[in-house]
Nanobody, 120 residues
Framework: VQLVESGGGLVQSGGSLRLSCAAS????????MVWYRQAPGKERELAAR???????NYAESVKGRFTISRDNAKNTVYLQMNSLKPEDTGVYYC???????????????WGQGTQVTVSS
């Protein structure tokens, strides 16, 4: 299973970006899909999470500005980021819990990350 993120880049403060993460390979079911982020010199932190039924959770720092969504038919998760701030700068990683066949356990996979830079 591979996860490939896209959509990162450089944007001015107040701007918007939309990240995508597409999963491919041997996939029967994807449960939770999560966007993490890691700012320079800081630990990786959860930004937003969506489970298979559509329930979402957000870090307090992004609530009201970020929206996570998923397209189960495409095995893809998105992160719409609005009103971006310089403190949103970092590498954004996608994580997904995947069952490769019916009855198999869920295994967590990571993408390679995509850089988001917000200038002031």
């Amino acid at each position: 299973v591979q996860l490939v993120e896209s959509g990162g880049g450089l944007v001015q403060s107040g701007g918007s970006l939309r990240l995508s993460c597409a999963a491919s390979g041997r996939i029967f079911r994807i449960n939770t899909m999560v966007w993490y982020r890691q700012a320079p010199g800081k630990e990786r932190e959860l930004a937003a999470r969506i489970i298979s039924g559509g329930t979402t959770n957000y870090a307090e720092s992004v609530k009201g500005r970020f929206t996570i969504s998923r397209d189960n038919a495409k095995n893809t998760v998105y992160l719409q980021m609005n009103s971006l701030k310089p403190e949103d700068t970092g590498v954004y990683y996608c994580n997904a819990d995947v069952a490769s066949r019916p009855g198999s356990v869920l295994v967590g996979y990571w993408g390679q990350g995509t850089q988001v830079t917000v200038s002031s």
